[in-house]
């Protein structure tokens, strides 16, 4: 949009007015055109689709991450994006052998009908469209992905785990909240899924458009510091344990509108998908602004998603970190310098709060001056008050506010609470012995 | 101006939850004096298949789609013709498709 003449001065180029689009397809330069990317690149239809498949195949293929007979977790939720993904998967695993795709894909498809309402038959379509394309597939239903080690099992009764699951959500009146928990609960069950399934490697389906939204509203939310693992093409999730899981996003180069054209000209069912933020108010969650914002720049300036997603991809993670977010397993801020954004918030939060008596404490006190006030004394909600607190200090500074709306934490799932319970006691041991060490 | 219209039009990728769960729909567009343009479409979806009136903001935006939102014209791109002064023609399939986030 600008740019420096030889003079130095910065111009802001006039957008030229509509010019007649070129009507040949800028590649065969044959065939009509079908398909306009960036308002000036036609494209034919025959010469779209490979386009597309190459953009696919050169993402997958410039990780070098993905080994011969590996066995890849293809994430379907449904959507345009996923069937598509789907489909390319399938394509390349169809081709000849010095172009075929050689890993192993395992399809897994989550079932959030507990959270919205989709249509009765919609799980049954989805095998069906599974079993077309003949690839080892698992649907599960989400509520078991989250609470349950042997998820695997159809047949375990999962009312209970649903009731656990709708109250978490019900608890977060904010929306920006409960999409940000939604997020992370999916990600831990595909996580665990993956585990189970013996899958090293990880595929999900969002493409440029999403991720460049999701890059923004995550600095609005506080998730600064993790968007490389959110965003990124490989995500190494080695959260202490030996399994190294990479989580592979091979969209991720191509646009929404590109994947629209795609699954229009190979006439793709997607199927529905929501979440909290559907047909919601455009100002009602943080997300759904940002997404307006990007989608009306992208209007009047074609290239806006691009830009914004190739500079958070210069965003690298810190290498050195040593604390991981109990809920998002992201990236947590430890021994922050007392001038970081996150003590400025906590401080001015602080000072809005107390008034004048801010003045004669100091931040220090703040904790101690929150924990009394916020136990009831004596009274038995002081225990859960303590865990709540307790957990706290092991979540990134996004996460914690999504738990300080929770009222319970008895909905979480169990294994977050047992690690919290692990941490608590390894402190206790190391207060013990600390006089010896030497 | 001759008989009335024959035309789909389709909703995908979440955009069919403001059509009652439904993605095609087979329209007949009445006589007009004008000759229908997708501008004038749009106006008539949102009259006549539009389920949830209050949810129209979420289809339209001024006078024409939300931005997010991508119209294909028998398969093809409505940026190659002429956007909401296309003409429309009998036996015209229309698609509509979000690329919004869950619709």
Redesign the interface.
């Known amino acids: 949009m600008c740019s420096v003449n030889e003079e130095g001065a910065e111009v802001f180029e006039v957008l030229k007015p509509i010019e007649p689009l070129e009507l040949k397809c800028r590649k065969c330069l044959i065939e009509d055109g079908n398909v306009v990317l960036q308002k000036k690149f036609v494209y034919c239809k025959t010469c779209f689709v490979p386009m597309v498949t190459h953009k696919f195949r050169a993402t997958v293929g410039k990780s070098k991450l993905v080994n011969r007979g590996e066995r890849v977790l293809v994430c379907v939720s449904g959507s345009q994006s996923s069937v598509s993904l789907l489909h390319m998967i399938w394509t390349g695993l169809q081709q000849s052998t010095y172009k075929r795709l050689t890993f192993e894909p395992v399809v897994l498809y989550i079932d959030e009908s507990v959270l919205h309402d989709y249509p009765l038959d919609q799980v049954k379509k989805i095998k069906e469209l599974f079993e077309k394309y003949g690839l080892t597939y698992h649907i599960v239903k989400f509520s078991a992905a989250v609470y349950l080690d042997n998820c695997l099992n159809k047949d375990t009764n999962v009312d209970q785990y649903n009731d656990k699951l709708q109250n978490i959500f019900n608890n977060l009146s904010d929306l920006t909240l409960k999409e940000d928990m939604l997020m992370k609960l999916r990600k831990r069950a595909i996580t665990k899924l993956a585990d189970l399934l013996k899958c090293t490697r990880i595929m999900t389906a969002e493409n440029e458009h999403k991720l460049s939204i999701r890059l923004l509203s995550n600095v609005a939310l506080g998730r600064g510091s993790q968007i490389s693992l959110d965003i990124g093409l490989a995500v190494n999730n080695k959260n202490n344990n030996n399994t190294s899981l990479v989580t592979i996003r091979p969209m991720r180069n191509l646009s929404a509108k590109e994947i629209s054209y795609y699954a229009l000209f190979n006439k793709l069912d997607d199927f529905m998908h929501s979440n909290f933020l559907t047909a919601t108010s455009e100002d009602e969650s943080i997300q759904k602004t940002t997404e307006r914002f990007v989608n009306d720049l992208q209007v009047d300036f074609p290239s806006t998603v691009s830009t914004i997603f190739r500079t958070g991809e210069k965003i690298s993670e810190k290498t050195s970190a040593i604390a991981y977010c109990l809920l998002c397993q992201g990236i947590m801020e430890v021994n922050v310098s007392p001038s970081s954004a996150m003590e400025a918030t906590k401080y001015s939060k602080y000072v809005s709060l107390m008034g004048v008596k801010a003045l004669k404490l100091s931040l220090k006190e703040l904790k101690n001056e929150e924990t009394n006030e916020k136990n009831c004394n004596g009274c038995k909600c002081r225990n859960k008050q303590d865990l709540k607190e307790k957990i706290i200090e092991s979540l990134c500074y996004a996460c914690t506010h999504i738990i300080q709306e929770l009222e319970s934490l008895d909905d979480l799932p169990e294994e977050i609470l047992n690690k919290e319970k692990e941490r608590l006691q390894f402190k206790k041991m190391e207060e013990q012995i600390k006089d010896f060490l030497l | 101006m001759e008989k009335g219209l024959n035309i789909t039009t389709e909703f995908?990728?979440?955009l069919?939850?403001?059509f009652n769960?439904i993605k095609k729909h087979k329209v007949v567009l009445p006589e007009t004096e004008n000759p229908w343009t997708l501008g004038m479409l749009l106006f008539w979806i949102k009259d006549n298949i539009l389920v949830d009136k209050d949810?129209c903001d979420?289809f339209m935006k001024g006078n024409t789609v939300?931005?997010?939102i991508?119209v294909?014209v028998n398969?093809?791109?409505w940026?190659?013709l002429g956007d909401l002064k296309y003409c429309i023609k009998n036996n015209d399939n229309i698609?509509f498709?979000s690329?919004?986030?869950?619709?």
């Open positions: 995908t990728s979440g069919q939850i403001l769960n949810k979420l939300r931005p997010g991508i294909a398969d093809q791109d940026e190659l698609t498709i690329t919004l986030h869950g619709g």
